[in-house]
């Protein structure tokens, strides 16, 4: 089929609807402009969004996200980045996608001219949050700095796409995005060798999702920690060889048990609590690696003498960068493991204050909350 003979299959409407941003926990529904693809761009006709645990910040405190060089509230602004959809319009300059290709997205498309960028690292971009008018420094992140995703369109990089295949369900493919910030933080603490073993504090969506990815990169013994015991029993389901209740069993003498009294070659913390980062560097190797994949909502005290006797290495990341959305969906699309797992909950567009409320008060256990588009 032609280009153009596709093209007729979308017929695209001039205004949407859209969930912006009033004050802090305001949300309300109302009607945007489609916004126009630019050079390098495509539109986005969103099928489905998760919502993330960021997204609950940012909608009642404000950062990350930053809109306009400031917080977000009050600016008719869309919140929502763990998204997929469907292709329905080509910017300038774009013939790595289709009209008609199923899509999953990154977040962030950096200014591509900044050192970090220059690296790879756009989750780190220098000109963050400089993309308003009058300060357009190029970078985008949907979701945190420009429109997301609770809305029936949206226009991102092609660098922040990944092709869908037609056997993953809507659902499977928000949680790409999931399962590749996982892997940017098991990337980061060195690829996994096959048979070295990991720890991953706190079975949350990231977590859950780095116990998947660890073991499907060969990790030999992954082991969980956390408080829910079905929580840790899908840790079990995704690959987990052990899981610990930390309020059943010290978690720190647990892991040396199970190391042979060494402890973990790597740790992937994504609780965030208060004693989380200490129990990380106790439950490690000499010489071993931990990365930092979840924001603490206060200070955190750190034994820096411990790291440093030990020569413990120490990693933060943020997001899912140097393209490991990319190697996460491959993992998924080959059936690597079923991400489908924790996926609980589902709502309509109209639904999204319930969908947010289930996912923060984490009803009937939610864990990953979907919204349809349709």
Known sequence: MTGNAKSNQFKIPEIMKAWVLGGPDELSIVDKPVPEPG???????????????????????????????????????????????????????????????????????????????????????????????????????????????????????????????DTMSDEEATLVVTAGTAMYGLTELGGLVAGESVVITGPGPIGLMGVAVAKAMGAQPVILTGTRDNRLKMGTELGADHVINIHNENPVEKVKELTGGIGADYVLECSGAAQSVNEALYMCNRGGRICLAAFPDKEVPIDVKYIVTNNIYLYGIRGEGKSATHRAGAYMEQGAFDATKIHTHTFQLKEVPTAIKYARERIEDAIKVVVKMR
């Open 39 to 165: 050079m390098a761009e495509v539109l986005v006709r969103i099928d489905a969004i998760a919502v993330c645990g960021t997204d609950l910040e940012i909608i009642s405190h404000g950062p990350p996200a930053m809109i306009e060089g400031g917080l977000p509230f009050n600016k008719n602004w869309t919140p929502g980045h763990e998204y997929m959809g469907t292709v329905v319009k080509l910017g300038q300059g774009v013939d790595e996608f289709d009209l008609g290709d199923r899509v999953t997205v990154e977040i962030h498309a950096g200014c591509g001219q900044c050192k970090r960028c220059r690296q790879g690292m756009y989750t780190s971009c220098h000109n963050y949050g400089k993309n308003y008018e009058g300060n357009d420094k190029g970078h985008r992140a949907n979701g945190f700095t420009t429109d997301g995703g609770f809305a029936e369109y949206a226009v991102n990089n092609i660098n922040t796409l990944i092709h869908v295949p």
